[in-house]
Protein backbone atom coordinates (compact mmCIF):
# COMPACT_ATOMS: atom_id res chain seq x y z
CA UNK A 1 0.00 0.00 0.00
CA UNK A 2 1.82 3.16 -1.69
CA UNK A 3 -0.19 5.33 1.25
CA UNK A 4 0.45 3.21 4.44
CA UNK A 5 2.83 5.88 5.17
CA UNK A 6 0.88 8.74 5.57
CA UNK A 7 0.10 10.65 8.36
CA UNK A 8 -2.27 10.85 10.86
CA UNK A 9 -5.42 13.10 10.58
CA UNK A 10 -7.81 15.34 12.54
CA UNK A 11 -11.23 13.05 13.21
CA UNK A 12 -13.06 16.33 12.48
CA UNK A 13 -12.52 16.78 8.75
CA UNK A 14 -14.51 15.51 6.26
CA UNK A 15 -13.49 12.87 4.21
CA UNK A 16 -13.82 13.04 0.29
CA UNK A 17 -11.34 10.44 -0.55
CA UNK A 18 -9.17 8.48 1.49
CA UNK A 19 -6.25 7.30 -0.88
CA UNK A 20 -5.00 9.82 -1.48
CA UNK A 21 -6.33 11.90 1.21
CA UNK A 22 -8.84 14.58 0.55
CA UNK A 23 -10.38 16.54 3.44
CA UNK A 24 -11.92 19.72 4.22
CA UNK A 25 -12.89 20.78 7.76
CA UNK A 26 -16.82 21.19 8.51
CA UNK A 27 -18.38 24.84 7.27
CA UNK A 28 -18.78 25.55 11.06
CA UNK A 29 -15.31 25.21 12.09
CA UNK A 30 -14.20 26.86 8.99
CA UNK A 31 -15.17 30.51 10.01
CA UNK A 32 -14.65 30.28 14.07
CA UNK A 33 -11.63 31.39 13.54
CA UNK A 34 -9.19 33.66 11.08
CA UNK A 35 -6.49 31.53 10.62
CA UNK A 36 -7.42 27.84 10.20
CA UNK A 37 -5.41 25.46 12.82
CA UNK A 38 -2.79 23.46 10.45
CA UNK A 39 -5.04 20.00 11.86
CA UNK A 40 -8.47 21.22 10.35
CA UNK A 41 -7.14 23.60 7.48
CA UNK A 42 -8.15 21.26 4.07
CA UNK A 43 -6.11 18.51 2.60
CA UNK A 44 -5.83 17.79 -1.44
CA UNK A 45 -3.60 15.36 -2.13
CA UNK A 46 -3.07 13.70 -5.41
CA UNK A 47 -0.36 11.15 -4.66
CA UNK A 48 0.99 9.41 -1.03
CA UNK A 49 2.50 11.74 0.91
CA UNK A 50 6.09 11.65 0.57
CA UNK A 51 8.44 10.78 3.69
CA UNK A 52 11.42 13.22 4.07
CA UNK A 53 13.85 13.43 6.15
CA UNK A 54 14.82 17.06 6.94
CA UNK A 55 18.52 16.25 7.26
CA UNK A 56 19.30 15.37 3.70
CA UNK A 57 16.43 17.07 2.35
CA UNK A 58 17.95 19.34 -0.26
CA UNK A 59 16.29 21.66 -2.94
CA UNK A 60 17.31 21.93 -6.22
CA UNK A 61 17.08 25.61 -8.30
CA UNK A 62 17.72 25.61 -11.63
CA UNK A 63 18.22 28.43 -13.40
CA UNK A 64 19.30 29.33 -17.10
CA UNK A 65 22.17 31.02 -17.73
CA UNK A 66 22.67 30.79 -13.91
CA UNK A 67 24.48 28.02 -11.07
CA UNK A 68 22.46 25.38 -10.15
CA UNK A 69 21.82 25.13 -6.46
CA UNK A 70 21.14 22.60 -4.04
CA UNK A 71 19.71 23.75 -0.86
CA UNK A 72 19.61 22.47 2.71
CA UNK A 73 16.87 23.64 4.98
CA UNK A 74 19.70 25.22 6.85
CA UNK A 75 20.55 26.90 4.23
CA UNK A 76 17.57 27.95 3.36
CA UNK A 77 16.96 29.33 6.30
CA UNK A 78 20.35 30.89 6.69
CA UNK A 79 20.96 32.43 3.91
CA UNK A 80 17.65 33.99 3.26
CA UNK A 81 15.45 36.29 5.23
CA UNK A 82 12.62 35.18 6.65
CA UNK A 83 8.78 36.38 4.89
CA UNK A 84 5.85 35.99 6.60
CA UNK A 85 2.41 36.35 4.78
CA UNK A 86 -1.02 35.65 5.46
CA UNK A 87 -2.74 34.00 2.70
CA UNK A 88 -5.81 31.85 1.72
CA UNK A 89 -5.62 28.68 -0.64
CA UNK A 90 -8.30 27.52 -2.41
CA UNK A 91 -9.05 24.22 -4.40
CA UNK A 92 -10.15 24.72 -7.97
CA UNK A 93 -12.69 22.76 -6.91
CA UNK A 94 -14.30 23.72 -3.74
CA UNK A 95 -18.20 24.05 -4.36
CA UNK A 96 -18.42 21.37 -6.78
CA UNK A 97 -20.33 19.45 -5.47
CA UNK A 98 -23.13 22.20 -6.39
CA UNK A 99 -21.98 21.63 -9.80
CA UNK A 100 -22.47 18.35 -10.20
CA UNK A 101 -26.38 18.88 -8.67
CA UNK A 102 -26.70 20.35 -12.24
CA UNK A 103 -25.26 17.59 -14.20
CA UNK A 104 -22.38 15.41 -13.29
CA UNK A 105 -18.65 16.64 -13.57
CA UNK A 106 -15.31 14.52 -13.08
CA UNK A 107 -13.67 15.40 -9.58
CA UNK A 108 -13.73 14.80 -6.01
CA UNK A 109 -17.25 16.54 -4.64
CA UNK A 110 -16.20 19.24 -2.28
CA UNK A 111 -18.36 20.98 -0.46
CA UNK A 112 -17.63 24.83 0.67
CA UNK A 113 -14.60 23.85 3.13
CA UNK A 114 -11.31 23.33 0.36
CA UNK A 115 -10.29 26.59 1.24
CA UNK A 116 -8.58 27.59 4.76
CA UNK A 117 -5.84 30.44 5.95
CA UNK A 118 -3.00 30.48 7.18
CA UNK A 119 0.14 32.51 8.27
CA UNK A 120 2.98 31.12 6.20
CA UNK A 121 6.93 31.70 6.69
CA UNK A 122 9.87 31.25 4.44
CA UNK A 123 12.02 32.19 2.35
CA UNK A 124 11.12 34.75 -0.52
CA UNK A 125 11.22 32.83 -4.07
CA UNK A 126 12.63 35.79 -6.12
CA UNK A 127 15.53 36.24 -3.29
CA UNK A 128 16.23 32.19 -4.50
CA UNK A 129 16.42 32.75 -7.75
CA UNK A 130 18.53 36.22 -7.81
CA UNK A 131 20.92 34.06 -5.93
CA UNK A 132 20.79 31.05 -8.37
CA UNK A 133 22.02 34.02 -10.55
CA UNK A 134 18.99 34.94 -12.50
CA UNK A 135 19.33 37.71 -14.44
CA UNK A 136 17.22 39.96 -16.58
CA UNK A 137 14.71 38.02 -18.75
CA UNK A 138 12.32 39.28 -21.68
CA UNK A 139 9.47 37.37 -23.43
CA UNK A 140 7.57 34.72 -22.07
CA UNK A 141 9.27 32.46 -19.04
CA UNK A 142 7.50 30.47 -16.16
CA UNK A 143 9.02 28.84 -13.11
CA UNK A 144 8.16 25.14 -12.72
CA UNK A 145 8.22 23.36 -9.52
CA UNK A 146 8.20 19.84 -8.83
CA UNK A 147 6.65 17.70 -5.57
CA UNK A 148 8.98 14.51 -4.42
CA UNK A 149 5.07 12.60 -4.30
CA UNK A 150 5.22 10.14 -7.03
CA UNK A 151 2.86 8.03 -8.63
CA UNK A 152 3.38 4.17 -9.39
CA UNK A 153 4.99 5.05 -12.67
CA UNK A 154 7.40 7.51 -11.21
CA UNK A 155 5.79 10.79 -12.11
CA UNK A 156 5.50 13.53 -9.71
CA UNK A 157 3.24 16.68 -9.07
CA UNK A 158 4.03 19.39 -10.91
CA UNK A 159 2.60 23.00 -11.55
CA UNK A 160 4.20 26.16 -12.60
CA UNK A 161 3.46 30.30 -12.26
CA UNK A 162 4.63 33.06 -14.87
CA UNK A 163 8.38 33.80 -13.85
CA UNK A 164 6.97 37.88 -13.94
CA UNK A 165 5.13 36.56 -10.46
CA UNK A 166 7.77 34.27 -8.72
CA UNK A 167 9.81 37.73 -9.52
CA UNK A 168 7.28 40.40 -8.16
CA UNK A 169 8.05 41.59 -4.76
CA UNK A 170 4.61 42.50 -4.60
CA UNK A 171 3.33 39.41 -5.16
CA UNK A 172 5.07 37.67 -1.77
CA UNK A 173 5.29 34.32 -3.77
CA UNK A 174 7.21 32.35 -0.73
CA UNK A 175 9.17 28.73 0.11
CA UNK A 176 7.36 28.28 2.96
CA UNK A 177 8.09 25.74 5.66
CA UNK A 178 6.35 27.16 8.58
CA UNK A 179 3.09 27.75 8.68
CA UNK A 180 1.07 29.23 11.71
CA UNK A 181 4.37 29.55 13.65
CA UNK A 182 5.04 25.31 13.47
CA UNK A 183 6.78 23.58 10.80
CA UNK A 184 4.96 22.83 8.32
CA UNK A 185 2.40 19.67 8.84
CA UNK A 186 3.36 16.66 6.83
CA UNK A 187 -0.05 16.79 4.65
CA UNK A 188 0.59 20.23 3.89
CA UNK A 189 4.05 19.80 2.48
CA UNK A 190 6.96 19.39 5.39
CA UNK A 191 9.50 20.26 5.19
CA UNK A 192 8.67 22.80 2.15
CA UNK A 193 5.95 23.74 -0.09
CA UNK A 194 5.31 27.17 -2.30
CA UNK A 195 3.00 29.55 -1.50
CA UNK A 196 1.48 31.74 -4.61
CA UNK A 197 -0.70 33.78 -2.80
CA UNK A 198 -3.87 34.85 -4.68
CA UNK A 199 -3.34 32.24 -7.39
CA UNK A 200 -5.36 28.66 -7.42
CA UNK A 201 -4.11 26.13 -4.75
CA UNK A 202 -2.64 23.65 -7.33
CA UNK A 203 0.30 26.38 -8.08
CA UNK A 204 1.22 25.84 -4.44
CA UNK A 205 3.46 22.91 -4.84
CA UNK A 206 4.14 20.75 -1.34
CA UNK A 207 7.38 18.49 -0.70
CA UNK A 208 9.02 21.21 -2.95
CA UNK A 209 11.76 18.90 -4.52
CA UNK A 210 12.76 21.24 -7.86
CA UNK A 211 12.18 24.88 -8.60
CA UNK A 212 13.30 25.55 -12.89
CA UNK A 213 12.92 28.37 -14.40
CA UNK A 214 11.38 27.53 -18.14
CA UNK A 215 10.41 28.94 -21.21
CA UNK A 216 7.31 26.93 -21.10
CA UNK A 217 4.76 26.09 -18.17
CA UNK A 218 4.90 22.86 -16.18
CA UNK A 219 4.78 19.55 -18.48
CA UNK A 220 3.03 18.28 -15.76
CA UNK A 221 -0.57 16.64 -16.50
CA UNK A 222 -2.32 19.50 -13.42
CA UNK A 223 -0.52 22.61 -15.42
CA UNK A 224 -1.49 20.92 -18.97
CA UNK A 225 -4.77 18.94 -19.03
CA UNK A 226 -6.55 19.73 -15.54
CA UNK A 227 -7.35 23.05 -13.69
CA UNK A 228 -8.79 25.13 -16.58
CA UNK A 229 -12.23 26.65 -17.50
CA UNK A 230 -14.18 25.78 -20.66
CA UNK A 231 -17.96 26.71 -22.22
CA UNK A 232 -20.51 24.38 -20.83
CA UNK A 233 -21.35 23.22 -23.56
CA UNK A 234 -17.55 21.03 -23.89
CA UNK A 235 -17.82 17.65 -23.12
CA UNK A 236 -15.42 14.90 -22.73
CA UNK A 237 -15.26 14.28 -26.20
CA UNK A 238 -14.70 17.57 -27.83
CA UNK A 239 -12.13 18.93 -24.39
CA UNK A 240 -8.83 20.56 -26.38
CA UNK A 241 -7.46 21.26 -22.83
CA UNK A 242 -4.61 23.24 -25.38
CA UNK A 243 -7.27 25.72 -25.84
CA UNK A 244 -7.90 27.16 -22.66
CA UNK A 245 -4.77 28.52 -20.11
CA UNK A 246 -4.71 27.22 -17.32
CA UNK A 247 -5.80 28.70 -13.87
CA UNK A 248 -4.01 31.17 -11.77
CA UNK A 249 -5.47 33.67 -10.22
CA UNK A 250 -9.04 32.60 -9.00
CA UNK A 251 -12.06 34.66 -9.32
CA UNK A 252 -14.09 36.36 -5.80
CA UNK A 253 -16.06 33.31 -3.83
CA UNK A 254 -18.40 33.67 -0.95
CA UNK A 255 -20.23 30.88 0.98
CA UNK A 256 -22.70 30.65 4.13
CA UNK A 257 -21.18 28.56 6.52
CA UNK A 258 -23.60 28.88 9.30
CA UNK A 259 -26.43 28.43 9.17
CA UNK A 260 -26.18 24.45 7.51
CA UNK A 261 -28.72 23.71 4.69
CA UNK A 262 -32.20 21.96 5.54
CA UNK A 263 -31.57 23.47 9.01
CA UNK A 264 -34.15 24.58 11.68
CA UNK A 265 -33.28 27.72 13.18
CA UNK A 266 -34.91 29.46 16.30
CA UNK A 267 -37.58 32.53 15.73
CA UNK A 268 -35.64 35.45 16.97
CA UNK A 269 -32.62 36.88 15.69
CA UNK A 270 -30.77 34.89 13.19
CA UNK A 271 -27.31 35.08 12.85
CA UNK A 272 -25.64 34.24 9.15
CA UNK A 273 -21.55 33.49 9.41
CA UNK A 274 -19.73 32.54 6.55
CA UNK A 275 -16.51 33.71 4.39
CA UNK A 276 -15.17 35.57 1.49
CA UNK A 277 -12.19 35.51 -0.82
CA UNK A 278 -10.82 36.62 -4.22
CA UNK A 279 -8.01 36.33 -6.04
CA UNK A 280 -4.99 38.46 -7.04
CA UNK A 281 -5.27 40.50 -3.82
CA UNK A 282 -8.44 42.01 -4.73
CA UNK A 283 -9.76 42.65 -1.11
CA UNK A 284 -13.05 41.79 -0.53
CA UNK A 285 -15.03 45.44 -0.08
CA UNK A 286 -18.88 44.04 0.25
CA UNK A 287 -20.95 40.80 0.93
CA UNK A 288 -24.26 41.04 0.59
CA UNK A 289 -26.90 38.52 1.93
CA UNK A 290 -30.56 38.06 1.33
CA UNK A 291 -33.04 36.12 3.15
CA UNK A 292 -35.41 35.50 0.23
CA UNK A 293 -33.78 33.75 -2.09
CA UNK A 294 -32.05 37.08 -4.01
CA UNK A 295 -35.11 39.57 -3.86
CA UNK A 296 -33.99 42.05 -1.25
CA UNK A 297 -30.48 42.32 -0.08
CA UNK A 298 -28.89 43.58 3.28
CA UNK A 299 -24.96 44.34 3.93
CA UNK A 300 -22.85 42.08 5.84
CA UNK A 301 -21.00 43.15 8.65
CA UNK A 302 -16.99 42.04 7.95
CA UNK A 303 -14.96 41.04 11.02
CA UNK A 304 -11.76 43.35 11.26
CA UNK A 305 -9.26 41.71 9.73
CA UNK A 306 -5.50 41.61 11.35
CA UNK A 307 -4.23 43.68 8.19
CA UNK A 308 -4.79 45.55 5.72
CA UNK A 309 -3.68 46.57 2.21
CA UNK A 310 -3.20 43.95 -0.70
CA UNK A 311 -6.08 41.21 0.49
CA UNK A 312 -4.15 37.58 -0.01
CA UNK A 313 -6.48 36.44 3.05
CA UNK A 314 -10.21 36.37 2.98
CA UNK A 315 -12.96 38.10 4.46
CA UNK A 316 -15.20 36.11 7.43
CA UNK A 317 -18.29 37.85 7.82
CA UNK A 318 -21.61 38.26 9.74
CA UNK A 319 -24.97 38.89 9.12
CA UNK A 320 -27.81 39.13 12.05
CA UNK A 321 -31.77 39.64 11.14
CA UNK A 322 -34.56 39.18 13.09
CA UNK A 323 -36.10 36.13 11.58
CA UNK A 324 -40.08 34.89 12.33
CA UNK A 325 -41.72 31.90 13.63
CA UNK A 326 -42.73 29.10 10.93
CA UNK A 327 -41.28 30.91 8.13
CA UNK A 328 -38.89 29.37 4.68
CA UNK A 329 -36.28 31.24 4.12
CA UNK A 330 -33.36 30.82 1.21
CA UNK A 331 -30.33 32.29 2.56
CA UNK A 332 -28.23 33.54 -0.37
CA UNK A 333 -24.72 35.24 -0.30
CA UNK A 334 -22.60 37.22 -2.54
CA UNK A 335 -19.28 39.29 -2.70
CA UNK A 336 -17.33 41.98 -4.12
CA UNK A 337 -14.17 42.20 -4.87
CA UNK A 338 -11.88 45.68 -5.29
CA UNK A 339 -12.64 45.41 -9.06
CA UNK A 340 -16.24 45.29 -8.37
CA UNK A 341 -16.72 41.64 -9.84
CA UNK A 342 -19.00 39.70 -8.59
CA UNK A 343 -20.19 36.22 -8.72
CA UNK A 344 -22.79 34.51 -10.91
CA UNK A 345 -26.32 33.92 -9.83
CA UNK A 346 -26.73 30.61 -11.33
CA UNK A 347 -24.24 27.75 -11.30
CA UNK A 348 -25.87 27.01 -15.35
CA UNK A 349 -23.95 29.67 -16.55
CA UNK A 350 -20.59 28.85 -15.00
CA UNK A 351 -21.14 24.50 -15.18
CA UNK A 352 -18.01 22.90 -16.83
CA UNK A 353 -17.01 19.31 -17.46
CA UNK A 354 -14.40 19.23 -14.64
CA UNK A 355 -16.58 21.46 -11.86
CA UNK A 356 -13.78 24.27 -11.23
CA UNK A 357 -14.44 27.47 -10.50
CA UNK A 358 -17.45 27.10 -9.02
CA UNK A 359 -18.26 30.36 -7.68
CA UNK A 360 -21.91 30.91 -8.15
CA UNK A 361 -24.21 32.74 -5.09
CA UNK A 362 -24.52 30.36 -2.36
CA UNK A 363 -27.67 29.76 -1.59
CA UNK A 364 -29.17 28.09 1.66
CA UNK A 365 -32.64 27.07 2.75
CA UNK A 366 -33.34 27.02 6.11
CA UNK A 367 -36.79 26.99 8.21
CA UNK A 368 -37.85 29.26 11.08
CA UNK A 369 -39.06 27.04 14.39
CA UNK A 370 -42.36 28.06 15.70
N1 LIG B 1 1.66 19.67 -4.29
C1 LIG B 1 2.02 18.38 -4.44
N2 LIG B 1 3.33 18.09 -4.43
N3 LIG B 1 1.11 17.41 -4.59
C2 LIG B 1 -0.25 17.69 -4.61
O1 LIG B 1 -1.06 16.77 -4.74
N4 LIG B 1 -1.98 19.43 -4.54
C3 LIG B 1 -2.22 20.83 -4.95
C4 LIG B 1 -1.34 21.77 -4.16
N5 LIG B 1 0.03 21.31 -4.11
C5 LIG B 1 -0.66 19.04 -4.48
C6 LIG B 1 0.34 20.02 -4.28
C7 LIG B 1 -3.59 21.28 -4.85
S1 LIG B 1 -4.62 20.87 -6.12
C8 LIG B 1 -4.01 22.11 -3.84
S2 LIG B 1 -5.57 22.73 -3.82
C9 LIG B 1 -3.11 22.48 -2.73
O2 LIG B 1 -1.84 21.86 -2.84
C10 LIG B 1 -3.72 22.07 -1.41
O3 LIG B 1 -2.87 22.40 -0.35
P1 LIG B 1 -3.19 21.82 1.09
O4 LIG B 1 -3.35 20.34 1.00
O5 LIG B 1 -2.09 22.26 1.98
O6 LIG B 1 -4.51 22.45 1.49
MO1 LIG C 1 -6.67 21.87 -5.83
Redesign the pocket.
Known amino acids: DPFAGDPPRHPALRVNSQKPFNAEPPPELLTQSFLTPNEL???????PVPSVEPGSYRLLVEVPGGRSLSLSLAELRRRFPKHEVTAT?Q?AGNRRSEMSRVRPVKGLSWDIGAI?TARWGGARLRDVLLAAGLGDKSGEWHVCFE?L?KDASGTR?GASIPLERAMSPQAEVILAYEMNGQELPR???FPLRVVVPGVV??R????LRSVAVSPAESPSHWQQNDYKGFCPSVDWDSVDFRAAPAIQELPVQSAITEPRPGAAVPAGELTVKGYAWSGGGREVIRVDVSLDGGRTWREAELCPRPERGRAWAWALWELRAPVAAGARLELVCKAVDRSYNGQPEGVGGIWNLRGVLSNAWHRVPVTVTR
Open positions: FFTRNHLLCSGDYDHGGASVKW
